[in-house]
């Protein structure tokens, strides 16, 4: 059974930073892409950044390049996203999400498997 355990949202300042955590348990082996993705209220869920299991190729969203990083820890089953700059804009439930085969990494619909989600709130 897989399961997917996000942890390490958090209320911060503009300008600060955080590195939230996801457990990827269960059938991780057979994954090929992992990936961060969020909501903000109102809107619709976005692909932040994604890292193909196999090869470690990495991929961002424009609104996040430079300031976030998605990283792997194979041997803990632990996906991590290093977020730098905070601002209000980031506010937003942040969601890892596993996904059996390649595909757009931005797609929602690309994931086959998602965590609870963990809150990150910026204020200025």
């Known amino acids: 059974q897989v399961q997917i355990v996000e942890s390490g949202g958090d209320s911060v300042q503009a300008g600060g930073s955080l590195r939230p955590s996801c457990v990827v348990s269960?059938?991780?082996?057979?994954?090929?892409?992992l990936g961060w993705l969020r909501q903000a209220p109102g809107k619709e869920r976005e692909g932040l950044a994604a890292i193909y299991t196999f090869g470690c190729a990495t991929y961002y969203a424009d609104s996040v390049k430079g300031r976030f990083t998605i990283s792997q820890d194979k041997a803990k089953q632990t996906l991590y996203l290093y977020m730098s700059s905070l601002d209000p804009e980031d506010t937003a439930m942040y969601y890892c999400?596993?996904?059996?085969?390649?595909?757009?990494?931005?797609?929602?619909?690309?994931?086959?498997?998602w965590g609870q989600g963990t809150q990150v709130t910026v204020s200025s």
């Open positions: 269960g059938y991780a082996c057979s994954f090929r892409m």
């Open positions: 999400a596993a996904a059996r085969y390649g595909g757009t990494w931005s797609k929602v619909e690309t994931y086959d498997y």
